[in-house]
T-cell receptor, first 116, second 112 residues
Framework: GAVVSQHPSRVICKSGTSVKIECRSLDFQATTMFWYRQFPKKSLMLMAT?????????EQGVEKDKFLINHASLTLSTLTVTSAHPEDSSFYIC????????????FGSGTRLTVV | QQQVKQSPQSLIVQKGGIPIINCAYENTAFDYFPWYQQFPGKGPALLIA?????SEKKEGRFTISFNKSAKQFSLHIMDSQPGDSATYFCAASDQGAQKLVFGQGTRLTINP
């Protein structure tokens, strides 16, 4: 199947700073990528759909100015958490449609963000 | 309408037993039903998936049973092993919308 690489796997930042998370499709081109947030022992919540060359589509309740998404190329989407606060601490996961499966999605390994 | 309800929340089974995890959905437009396995600190990995035109699918020790009329589907793990201990998520999508909707997750523990 397809591989999605997510970096960094862990990051600790101070309140008020911004953090960028990268999601790369390694062996395929992804016109669309998905960003999820997962709280401890909870399910994945879709935050936004990232579209190459156009604006991301955010789910209801997700602050666009807080979570900036850029999909500048067919293999890279980035999520920037701006002016991070402790409540932004979470596990962030990206995903893309798997071109090698008829209906499959492949996920990155996730990024654990801790804001102190 | 967009929810997928998953049960149980947690499950403990002895090695060799057959854990069963159930999911139910409302949206009849859903046409893809995958199951994902997630270990702590990792992203979800696809285990097995089914489309509504079949009632059962087996891959190795994993089986999905699908009941279209009841709008329910379940995951069975045969000959469970301690290494199967993980969190399992069912999901559903409407290919037109491209979004995956996840169930709440089941924390499965297989005791040796």
């Amino acid at each position: 199947g397809a591989v999605v690489s997510q970096h960094p796997s862990r990051v600790i930042c101070k309140s008020g700073t911004s953090v960028k998370i990268e999601c790369r499709s390694l062996d395929f081109q992804a016109t669309t990528m998905f960003w999820y947030r997962q709280f401890p022992k909870k399910s994945l919540m879709l935050m936004a759909t990232s579209n190459e060359g156009s604006k991301a589509t955010y789910e209801q309740g997700v602050e666009k100015d807080k979570f900036l998404i850029n999909h500048a190329s067919l293999t890279l989407s980035t999520l920037t958490v701006t002016s991070a606060h402790p409540e932004d601490s979470s596990f962030y996961i990206c995903s893309a449609r798997d071109p090698y499966l008829a209906y499959g999605y492949t996920f990155g390994s996730g990024t654990r963000l801790t804001v102190v | 309408q967009q929810q997928v309800k998953q049960s149980p929340q947690s499950l403990i089974v002895q090695k060799g037993g057959i854990p069963i995890i159930n999911c139910a959905y409302e949206n009849t437009a859903f046409d893809y039903f995958p199951w994902y396995q997630q270990f702590p600190g990792k992203g979800p990995a696809l285990l097995i998936a089914i489309r509504p035109d079949v009632s059962e699918k087996k891959e190795g020790r994993f089986t999905i049973s699908f009941n279209k009329s009841a709008k329910q589907f379940s995951l069975h793990i045969m000959d469970s092993q301690p290494g199967d201990s993980a969190t399992y998520f069912c999901a559903a999508s409407d290919q037109g919308a491209q979004k995956l909707v996840f169930g709440q997750g089941t924390r499965l523990t297989i005791n040796p």
